[in-house]
């Protein structure tokens, strides 16, 4: 079995950071792509940013310059250092992985979401 945990969410002011962590633990090969997914209250979850096995990364446009996505392949980690945020990045922050279990088997895990508030 596979557990994602996010951890680092909490309330701060409008222009702050916050950096996220999602820890991967349990059985597995490896893990491969890696998204991070927001939902605000009343709002379809989004996709926030990605980044490969090999450190690539991609942003939704309403976060590029202010987010940044990191991983730690060798603790199995992986980080959303958010800066400058804003009152519309209040959402519950959740990551996704798809994890290599054995061979030609992987599956996509979600962790149960660290919550972000910012104030204005």
């Known amino acids: 079995q596979v557990q994602l945990v996010e951890s680092g969410g909490g309330l701060v002011q409008a222009g702050g950071s916050l950096r996220l962590s999602c820890a991967a633990s349990g059985s597995f090969i490896s893990i491969n792509t890696i998204r991070w997914y927001r939902q605000a209250p009343g709002k379809q979850r989004e996709l926030v940013a990605t980044i490969t096995s090999g450190g690539s990364t991609n942003y939704a446009d309403f976060v590029k310059g202010r987010f940044t996505a990191s991983r730690d392949n060798t603790k199995n980690m992986v980080y959303l250092q958010m800066n400058s945020l804003k009152p519309e990045d209040t959402a519950v922050y959740y990551c996704?992985?798809?994890?290599?279990?054995?061979?030609?088997?992987?599956?996509?895990?979600w962790g149960q979401g660290t919550q972000v508030i910012v104030s204005s």
């Open positions: 996704n992985a798809l994890v290599l279990l054995r061979a030609f088997d992987s599956r996509s895990y």
